[in-house]
């Protein structure tokens, strides 16, 4: 499967991005957005790849790190295949490159980037205070 990461840009503090995750390639292996775990991460220049949010096959479990619960939304629409995060009252700290993933295992609610195997190339956020 391939991932295509989109939305970033540049905001004020504040401000909101939705990024989206459109997901393709499935008539090579059969398969379909469904079979995964979609989730997004972020990196800041210098820091660790860190999980952000998760949503799990049929988007009734999702998985949020402390720092942006209340703020981001993931949401997944498996007839487009397509995910999305809704980022609300950006911060500075949210700045980052961030990544779409897919996951095949099973679902256990918590993130950890060795458990991705397919992941989009990355779309630039930048918040600025």
């Known amino acids: 499967v391939q991932l295509q990461a989109s939305g970033g840009g540049m905001v004020q503090s504040g401000g909101s991005l939705r990024l989206s995750c459109a997901a393709s390639?499935?008539?090579?292996?059969?398969?379909?957005?469904?079979?995964?775990?979609i989730g997004w991460f972020r990196q800041a220049p210098g820091k660790e790849r860190e999980g952000v949010s998760c949503?799990?096959?049929?988007?009734?479990?999702?998985y949020y790190t402390d720092s942006v619960k209340g703020r981001f939304f993931i949401s997944r629409d498996n007839a487009k295949n397509t995910a999305y995060l809704q980022m609300d009252n950006l911060k500075p700290e949210d700045s980052g490159v961030y990544f779409c993933?897919?996951?095949?295992?099973?679902?256990?609610?918590?993130?950890?980037?060795?458990?991705?195997?397919?992941w989009g190339q990355g779309t630039q956020v930048t918040v600025s205070s």
């Open positions: 993933a897919a996951s095949s295992l099973r679902w256990i609610g918590t993130m950890s980037r060795w458990d991705y195997a397919h």
């Open positions: 949503i799990e096959r049929g988007g009734d479990k999702t």
């Open positions: 390639g499935f008539s090579v292996d059969g398969l379909s957005l469904n079979y995964y775990i």
